[in-house]
């Protein structure tokens, strides 16, 4: 190669994400990976045999750039029976390859250079790069440790005329805190008379526990009518590498996102889309989600309780934040590598997920494993 000119980087600060890092040494170090977050069981048969089934049929070219009707009428009908909101299938629902994609198509669609973005700490690893990568800046406000409430008096200071954008993210990764109806009455009573865009990440809306119920910016028109919501099939239906998920939005927000989603991807899996277009057809393959991963959640919880691990509060997601602080007083990050070198079990440090780095003594681990694998890591956690 004969190329010595030098390429000055975008994202000086950023290297491989720490979910691809943490991985990579739980397979080094043959530990238990309770790192990264996606299941080690297998999705339904169901959905196997009608994802081969579409193939079969010849369902193997591109979609429509905004995902096949059949699919977004779908997903209408979800919306509507779980949070009383009609977004229309034509104009207001765009099927994509996953809520990471949404989530940058969404940035990409809104901010332009010097806009600011309000984001709560910690936070899911792609955020922040989608905002700079655009040119925007991004404000940080650090949610309560330790159990990870938002003051909203807070966060209103941050808010002024160059704010363009707010995220939130519940079910919260990596914290398992829930946002109430009272945040969002809150955050809808902060913009109102504002220009600022909501981007609202729910790819965990289905893993909610304790009978609460997810409070969806679609249930708060003041909110909706500003707002992209990112849901990800992935993390429903068990198929984290399928990569498919949607965006809702009024009919001049999708027409602004979908510019962009044309050129980043044009559009998602045909055959997945029609298959799981299918399967939607049985509302318990969601519906019954929250208690499948509770009783995850309690077994876990169960396994590690008596440990010298603190548990804190996890109210959603397949996630437990475990506190270390009487084991050892190392930074998260050299904990966890300790902990999967030494004691080979996988975890990620929650430090990764604030710009500054706040270190509270705090793992997080995911729960969306079988019993057995759960039962390997805790007997490991429990000699600690």
Request: net charge neutral; proline share 4%.
């Amino acid at each position: 190669m004969n190329f010595t000119g030098s390429v000055k980087s975008k994202l000086p600060g950023v290297g491989t994400t720490i979910f691809s890092v943490m991985s990579a040494l739980a397979n080094e170090q043959k530990a238990i990976n309770l790192a990264q977050g996606f299941p080690d069981f297998n999705c339904s048969p169901k959905l196997i045999e009608l994802v081969n089934h579409y193939m079969k049929m010849g369902m193997n070219q591109y979609s429509p750039m905004p995902g096949i009707m059949g699919l977004r009428e779908k997903i209408a009908e979800k919306t509507q029976a779980l949070y009383g909101a009609v977004y229309k299938p034509e104009t207001e629902i765009t099927v994509v390859p996953g809520g990471t994609h949404a989530i940058y198509a969404a940035v990409s669609a809104v901010v332009r250079d010097g806009d600011e973005v309000v984001v709560l700490e910690p936070c899911y690893d792609s955020y922040v790069p989608a905002i700079e990568l655009n040119g925007g800046r991004a404000v940080f406000y650090e949610l309560k440790y330790p159990d990870y409430h938002i003051d909203w008096n807070e966060v209103k200071k941050l808010i002024n005329f160059k704010t363009r954008m707010i995220m939130i993210n519940t079910p919260h990764n990596p914290t398992g805190s829930v946002m109430g109806e009272s945040d969002m009455l809150q955050l809808q009573k902060i913009l109102d008379n504002t220009d600022v865009v909501v981007l609202s990440d729910e790819v965990y809306e289905h893993i909610i526990f304790d009978n609460l119920q997810h409070q969806s910016v679609a249930r708060f028109p003041k909110l909706a009518e500003r707002s992209f919501i990112v849901s990800s099939f992935g993390k429903t239906f068990h198929t984290t590498g399928w990569k498919l998920g949607y965006v809702l939005a009024p009919e001049n927000l999708s027409k602004e996102f979908r510019k962009v989603h044309q050129f980043m991807a044009f559009c998602a899996n045909t055959p997945i889309q029609y298959a799981i277009a299918d399967y939607l057809n049985d509302t318990d393959t969601y519906l019954q989600l929250n208690q499948f991963y509770e009783d995850k959640r309690n077994y876990f919880q169960k396994l590690v309780k008596g440990s010298n691990f603190k548990l804190l509060p996890c109210k959603g997601s397949y996630f437990q934040m475990l506190n270390y602080a009487k084991i050892t007083q190392e930074r998260d990050t050299d904990f966890a590598v300790r902990l999967t070198k030494e004691h080979k079990v996988a975890s990620i440090p929650t430090s990764v997920f604030y710009h500054k780095n706040t270190d509270n003594n705090v793992l997080r681990f995911c729960f969306a494993k079988g019993n057995e694998t759960m039962e390997k890591a805790a007997e490991k956690l429990m000699r600690l």
